[in-house]
């Protein structure tokens, strides 16, 4: 490889000097995602609720980098608590190129015992919760954060949706054997709703936002590998043609590839991870 190729190669994916948010960065995702964007040079600001400490999960990324990388106690539902982080990041970098809009609810019913987890059942308030957080969210961050990348005429918004944005959750997964039809658990119908709808945020954002520089693009990953029961983990790999559950780290090349300019000429698209399901 020549040298102009090889320079070329690195400054693709180069991100020195940006800055980038993660919300819902304190968490098993959020946390690889910032990870990968600080590997490549960015500073990264994981934006969490205070309960899940994103300062100290910012200070292990900065150990392990060579970035500067801080937590912010946010709750993302909240406009003027989104100013407000927005106002410290900017006292603190002077700029924003990055928001990776990651943070939503997932109850887990792979266990068992979420009957409550049924349409006929479904807490409204579960609903409005679920809601708030995974699409109102997002439509507020976007909003604080993509309107300043905008006024700067740069900038990249990436939404991370799910396979379940491009193909229906199969209740078999979540079966327990012996239980009444009415009991068995489900994959909540939010979790669903959210991402798909995520999925047009991107297309809308992408257009809405095509003359500022800002691009807006998705990805759709499969699940995580995460200590899911072994009857789960049986029934799901036969829906995988790789046969298995993605690993935690196994998503920071999407990451990495929409937020620099190696897709410089992507936006509004969708990029499905999910070790083959949906061609199924």
């Avoid at 989104?82 to 943070?103: C, H, S, T, V, W």
Wanted: glycine share 8%.
């Amino acid at each position: 490889m020549t040298d102009a190729k090889a320079s070329r190669a690195s400054t693709l994916f180069d991100l020195s000097g940006r800055v980038a948010i993660v919300t819902g960065g304190a968490g098993l995702l959020g946390y690889y995602h910032g990870a990968i964007l600080a590997a490549a040079g960015a500073n990264v600001v994981l934006l969490d609720l205070e309960v899940a400490n994103p300062q100290t999960r910012a200070k292990q990324l900065t150990d392990e980098s060579r970035s500067q990388c801080i937590g912010i106690a946010c709750d993302i539902t909240l406009e003027s608590s989104l100013e407000n982080a927005k106002a410290q990041i900017l006292e603190r970098f002077g700029r924003i190129d990055i928001l990776i809009n990651n943070a939503a609810n997932n109850p887990k019913v792979e266990d068992g015992n979420s009957a409550w987890s049924r349409l006929e059942n479904f807490p409204l308030e579960v609903w409005d919760a679920d809601i708030r957080v995974g699409l109102t969210g997002a439509f507020l961050c976007s909003r604080v954060f993509g309107a300043e990348m905008a006024r700067r005429k740069s900038g990249v918004i990436v939404n991370v949706a799910s396979d379940l944005a491009v193909i229906a959750p199969d209740q078999r997964l979540y079966r327990i054997e012996g239980l009444p039809e009415n009991q068995q658990p489900v994959k909540p119908v939010t979790y669903s709703v959210v991402k798909t709808a995520l999925l047009g945020l991107t297309r809308y954002l992408a257009t809405y936002w095509c003359d500022a520089h800002v691009r807006v693009n998705a990805i759709s990953p499969g699940g995580i590998f995460n200590g899911q029961p072994e009857v789960f983990l049986n029934r799901l790999k036969e829906l995988i043609p790789m046969a298995r559950m993605a690993n935690r780290d196994e998503y920071q090349g999407a990451i990495l590839f929409l937020c620099s300019d190696a897709s410089s000429y992507m936006t509004g698209s969708n990029l499905v991870i999910d070790g083959g399901r949906s061609c199924l």
